[in-house]
Nanobody, 121 residues
Framework: VQLQASGGGLVQAGGSLRLSCAASGRTFSSSVMGWFRQAPGKEREFVAG??????SSYQLDSVNGRFTISRDKNTVYLQMNSLNPEDTAVYYC?????????????????WGQGTQVTVSS
């Protein structure tokens, strides 16, 4: 699986962004997908994950109600609303072979290159 993330940028607090992760490879349709983020000086953090079918998803508590993960045939999305400065980070999409959602970044097999999200106050 090859992943290409895009959609990051600079936005004011309260604004919205939509991240996309374009995937290629035969195993994408059977992979769990996740979005992670990493702020300077902090550990990589799970943000949201979605099952291979799209029927199950999970978000970090601090983004629940603001962020929504979804997927279609070849792309995974992260719709981010009501952004605040604490959401500033590099956002990564990742794929995990198999059917189990996981919060642990070490359990993901493929990674996109990351896209910067900066939220100004």
């Amino acid at each position: 699986v090859q992943l290409q993330a895009s959609g990051g940028g600079l936005v004011q607090a309260g604004g919205s962004l939509r991240l996309s992760c374009a995937a290629s490879g035969r195993t994408f349709s059977s992979s769990v997908m996740g979005w992670f983020r990493q702020a300077p000086g902090k550990e990589r953090e799970f943000v949201a994950g979605i099952s291979w079918s799209g029927g199950s998803s999970y978000q970090l508590d601090s983004v629940n109600g603001r962020f929504t993960i979804s997927r279609d045939k070849n792309t995974v999305y992260l719709q981010m609303n009501s952004l605040n400065p604490e959401d500033t980070a590099v956002y990564y999409c990742a794929a995990r072979l198999g059917s189990n959602l996981s919060h642990d970044w070490k359990r993901y097999d493929y990674w996109g290159q990351g896209t910067q999200v900066t939220v100004s106050s």
